[in-house]
T-cell receptor
Framework: EADIYQTPRYLVIGTGKKITLECSQT?????MYWYQQDPGMELHLIHY???????EKGDLSSESTVSRIRTEHFPLTLESARPSHTSQYLC?????????FGPGTRLTVT | GENVEQHPSTLSVQEGDSAVIKCTYS??????FPWYKQELGKRPQLIID?????GEKKDQRIAVTLNKTAKHFSLHITETQPEDSAVYFC????????????FGDGTTLTVKP
């Protein structure tokens, strides 16, 4: 079934660790996005991509990086996690306008 | 860039009443206006959308209206039910922005039984 997947779903790590949040979609969408969202709060766009080898920073300043080597895969990397990174991270994809969201990764940095 | 404002931030209604959420946008080039519903602990999902060549669209108990001149659009939910309780996000997109959506800050709707 065509969908968008995120792993891990929950992650607790210590300050200073490097982590990668995985996002994959099987819908053949060119556009992919990463959002940061505290529960029930605003969606903050942190990175987006319009296709392979295309990445842009979003509206929220972030110490993360992304890559888009394959159409279906859009991982997010935090080089050095801090407690301020504690949040939920949502990945999304779209063909044109309508966005399909993944289930999210809830990250806690201790 | 585009700026989307959404009101109210919280809304509480009695079951069976109507609920209205309003959004304004700044970029006159925006031409696609989706609404997403996010239930507690779940991912946002599209519930209805409207394009700039249409003034109103309805799907069962939900409807969206668009006023391009005033740059505002609204979500209307009639005969609300407890399962309508969620956070609702409006958004605006344009061809000039390659379809990237700018989201409102969200409205937490609570429907009291």
């Amino acid at each position: 079934e065509a969908d968008i997947y995120q792993t891990p779903r929950y992650l607790v790590i210590g300050t200073g660790k490097k982590i990668t949040l995985e996002c994959s979609q099987t819908m053949g969408h060119d556009k992919m996005y990463w959002y940061q969202q505290d529960p029930g709060m605003e969606l903050h766009l942190i990175h987006y991509s319009y296709g392979v080898n295309s990445t842009e920073k979003g509206d929220l300043s972030s110490e993360s990086t992304v890559s888009r080597i394959r159409t279906e895969h859009f991982p997010l990397t935090l080089e050095s996690a801090r407690p301020s990174h504690t949040s939920q991270y949502l990945c999304a994809s779209s063909r044109k306008y309508e966005q399909y969201f993944g289930p999210g990764t809830r990250l806690t940095v201790t | 860039g585009e700026n989307v404002e959404q009101h109210p931030s919280t809304l509480s209604v009695q079951e069976g009443d109507s609920a209205v959420i309003k959004c304004t946008y700044s970029d006159s080039a925006s031409n696609y206006f989706p609404w997403y519903k996010q239930e507690l602990g779940k991912r946002p999902q599209l519930i209805i959308d409207i394009r700039s060549n249409v003034g109103e669209k309805k799907d069962q108990r939900i409807a969206v209206t668009l006023n391009k001149t005033a740059k505002h659009f609204s979500l209307h939910i009639t005969e609300t039910q407890p399962e309508d309780s969620a956070v609702y996000f409006c958004a605006a997109s344009s061809n000039t922005n390659a379809g990237k959506s700018t989201f409102g800050d969200g409205t937490t709707l609570t429907v009291k039984p």
